[in-house]
């Protein structure tokens, strides 16, 4: 079967498909398997390359809520989607999401995503209980962030998080829910004029649970760094009165649309004319300054609202390329967005966050600082030029790169920003002597010793 | 693993002393590439070649000798290649020769169809197999338009072109949708080692030009490459030309 990630490049055909872990090792051979979600990874990391791949079934029968304690029980494969649409209307929500619901629980603990509540609430790791995890040897182990330092469950633990399902299959995670009281949210959108004043806005709201800036990387100038921040909270039942009284009607309603999905075939249509011409309505359609009450799906998931969006780039598909860089890495950032605008490269989708602490996890990638994302049409020239000098600027402040975005590093750049991996190679070694555990991502990045 | 910009880690040139295939790896090198495995004829010293390319030192360079017409011996070479360094990302078939004098000796015309054509067939299946067990990779078939409609000045090269020409394009088929792709390239007449001394044909360039759009053809998923580009509708309009016709234009 042919696989791609989701910037649908560098295809490679796995030889087999499964829904089981234990099939899936008993019948592998010396490729390995890995497990694949929805393949919302942006690279390689959920392909496997003459091998074998996983995908484990989803479905809302895989979720088990305990509605007294707010913790759900939840099969590995079943996507963010499939678990919001029965915890909602029962006034819970995900601890942490992404730009997107159709991740899987399992991706979400082994990419250990973050979302715009990073600051404050950390990664999807940060609120699991335990999870299963099916093993090299075809045991079922269960680990959780509670056992003993030094301990093997430790180790399996800390390499697992985010660890990119290189170390097992995860079958079924236990994690904790936030409690809100309505579908909506209460958002605060503000134009910004220029990148320094944005630093300054993001600060100055940082008590606000999400935060994240849209950031027009075609602006130049004294408008360089141009953005729309968009900060917020649950809307509690009082507040989604007063800001649209028509949703008390059903306050937890929760039914995201769909609108059809881009057909194949798609030429690149984000040109760089297509995208000026966009992000020119989307900051001037953006209020100065006004506070609203949105959905869920619009203020989390808008991209989610048009299926397949990532044929717009065409057959030539695209990179994500996100990083980040500590706090005081200021003139860093503003030198990377000078760089990309400068390169003309258009750029549609820019966002800049800033992240909170650092999570347990051995390769997970948020820690404090900057953390700036944007898409590059693959096809696009100049683009390896552009990436190569944005990598040095990144590495040379101390600045990492995210594997569940990553397409074209090589085993260097990312050994640069992350410490622990050595660590990490040992604990993965340690559980899978036979290298039972393989992707493409970790045969490119050299993670597999 | 190839990224998603097409830089490969991994290079095999089957064919070292090829300018050509030489021209290709420099093309493709990027600080992605890790190893580049030479075969030729007469082996050689890594650090020669190393330089000869132009490739850093962290870039692992392994010569190893490699013989055309030992047929029975490429399943094992490749598997030996594999051992060393992993997948194989891209490949380079580039080891033909031109053989001038092989019209007035009927057994020396023979072998060069041994190297050319069956050399040709039995490192590109060789390759094909393995690419296929790995689930992703690009076989470059230095192919020729000497292959497509034989000249009387080189017809017996010509005749092994068409033979490698015909398998390589049958050899991409046969491994479509198995993740290995092969891109059959075809050149004009190319200013290289191979063709001093002779009298330029038109539409001649250089190796550097035949790898820039090896590297085009590689991103845009190709299969068939001509270069220059042109070439692709002058041949086209002359496979056409009745015979006679050809033969006056071939003078």
């Known amino acids: ?449 | 693993m190839m990224n998603a910009l097409h830089r490969p880690q991994t290079i095999v040139l089957l064919g070292g002393r090829s300018d050509i295939g030489r021209a290709i790896v420099a093309e493709l090198a990027s600080p992605q590439l890790r190893a580049v495995v030479v075969g030729q004829r007469d082996g050689g010293d890594a650090a020669t070649v190393r330089n000869e390319l132009g490739l850093d030192d962290d870039v692992e360079v392994v010569v190893e000798a490699f013989d055309a017409a030992d047929h029975d011996g490429h399943r094992a070479w490749i598997a030996r290649v594999v051992e060393q360094v992993g997948d194989l990302d891209v490949v380079v078939q580039a080891f033909g020769q031109l053989g001038l004098e092989a019209a007035g000796d009927p057994s020396a015309a023979a072998h060069l169809i041994e190297v050319n054509t069956a050399g040709a067939v039995s490192t590109g299946l060789a390759v094909g197999e393995r690419l296929a067990e790995q689930g992703h990779g690009v076989l470059i078939v230095l192919s020729s338009v000497a292959g497509v409609r034989t000249r009387a000045s080189n017809f017996v090269y010509g005749a092994s072109k068409a033979g490698q020409d015909a398998f390589s394009t049958g050899l991409a088929a046969h491994l479509g949708g198995s993740g290995a792709r092969v891109i059959t390239v075809r050149p004009g007449f190319v200013r290289s080692a191979m063709t001093e001394g002779m009298e330029e044909a038109p539409f001649a360039c250089d190796p550097s030009d035949v790898a820039a759009a090896v590297a085009d053809g590689l991103r845009r998923r190709r299969r068939i490459v001509w270069v220059p580009g042109v070439l692709r509708y002058v041949f086209g309009l002359l496979s056409l030309a009745p015979e006679f016709v050809w033969r006056r234009l071939d003078r």
């Open chain 1, 1 to 449: 079967m042919r696989l791609t990630g989701w910037g649908r490049t560098a295809p490679t055909v796995a030889t087999c498909v499964v829904d089981d872990a234990s099939d899936a090792l008993a019948t592998a051979g010396d490729r390995g398997v890995i497990a694949r979600g929805k393949g919302r990874a942006y690279g390689d990391a959920a392909q496997n390359s003459g091998g074998t791949v996983v995908q484990l079934p989803g479905g809302p029968v895989g979720v088990r809520l305990d509605r007294e304690r707010g913790v759900a029980r939840v099969h590995a494969g079943v996507s963010l989607d499939e678990v919001l649409r029965v915890i909602v209307p029962k006034g819970w929500f995900v601890p942490v999401t992404p730009g997107t619901r159709f991740v899987t629980v399992g991706g979400a603990v082994a990419a250990d995503i973050h979302g715009k509540n990073h600051h404050v609430d950390g990664t999807f790791g940060a609120h699991v209980e335990s999870l299963a995890l099916r093993l090299a040897d075809g045991s079922l182990r269960s680990i959780g962030p509670n056992a003993a330092p030094g301990s093997d469950d430790h180790d399996l633990w800390v390499a697992t998080v985010g660890g990119m399902g290189l170390t097992g299959v995860i079958e079924e995670v236990t994690f904790r829910l936030l409690p809100i009281e309505t579908s909506r949210c209460e958002v605060l959108t503000e134009r910004v004029g220029g990148l320094d004043r944005l630093l300054e806005r993001i600060i100055a709201t940082e008590a606000s649970r999400y935060s994240v800036a849209w950031i027009d990387l075609l602006a130049t100038g004294t408008s360089l760094g141009r953005a729309v921040l968009t900060t917020g909270d649950h809307a509690t039942r009082d507040r989604l009165a007063e800001l649209a009284p028509r949703a008390m009607s059903d306050p937890l309603a929760f039914a995201p649309p769909t609108l059809p999905g881009l057909p194949r075939g798609l030429p690149n249509l984000l040109s760089r004319p297509a995208v000026r011409a966009f992000n020119e309505v989307w900051y001037r359609k953006a209020p100065t300054h006004a506070v609203a009450a949105e959905s869920i799906t619009g203020f989390f998931h808008p991209l989610d609202m048009v299926g397949r969006w990532n044929r717009a780039y065409g057959a030539s598909g695209f990179l994500q390329y996100q990083f980040v860089v500590p706090d005081e890495a200021t003139d860093t950032l503003r030198a990377v967005i000078e760089r990309v605008t400068a390169s003309g490269n258009a750029s549609f989708l820019a966002v800049l966050k800033r992240f909170g602490a650092e999570g347990d996890g051995l390769l997970s990638f948020p820690k404090p600082g900057w953390t700036l994302t944007l898409d590059l049409p693959a096809g696009a020239s100049g683009i390896e030029e552009l990436l190569r000098r944005l990598d040095e600027l990144v590495l040379g402040v101390g600045g990492r790169h995210y594997l569940a975005k990553d397409a074209v590093a090589s085993p260097s750049t990312i050994a640069a920003g992350y410490p622990e991996l050595e660590r990490w190679r040992e604990i993965r070694h340690r559980f899978d002597p036979d290298r039972r555990w393989q992707s493409d991502l970790g045969r490119r990045l050299d993670l597999i010793s």
